[in-house]
């Protein structure tokens, strides 16, 4: 069992950056690869990054890709999503998800309970 707890998010203006984060419990987690998402308000909820659990792997949806940044510190059992240049668009709850690198994008297996992060145009 992994449980994820997301922070960092808030209010920021388009252009700004902004860095969130996911702590993760159990003694495993550099077992899981690690993934963010996002769903905005009206949305289905969408693949942001994935990083695989030693971190040598790396995923980046296109509409982020240049902007995002995903890493982890298995040693803190942290992950990170780095995000640059924001623009109104990246709005949303961003979530934090665990599981297996073959599935991350599809079919993760533990969830966060979400960080809102909010760009003002």
């Known amino acids: 069992q992994v449980q994820l707890v997301e922070s960092g998010g808030g209010l920021v203006q388009a252009g700004g950056s902004l860095r969130i984060s996911c702590a993760a419990s159990?003694?495993?987690?550099?077992?899981?690869?690690m993934g963010w998402f996002r769903q905005a308000p009206g949305k289905e909820r969408e693949f942001v990054a994935a990083?695989?659990?030693?971190?040598?792997?790396?995923y980046t949806a296109d509409s982020v890709k240049g902007r995002f940044t995903i890493s982890r510190d298995n040693a803190k059992n942290m992950v990170y999503l780095q995000m640059n240049s924001l623009k109104a668009d990246d709005t949303a709850v961003y979530y934090c998800?665990?599981?297996?690198?073959?599935?991350?994008?599809?079919?993760?297996?533990?969830w966060g309970q979400g960080t809102q992060v909010a760009v003002s145009s």
């Open positions: 998800a665990a599981g297996q690198w073959a599935l991350i994008r599809t079919n993760p297996n533990y």
């Open positions: 159990g003694r495993t987690f550099s077992s899981y690869a």
């Open positions: 990083i695989s659990g030693g971190g040598s792997s790396t």
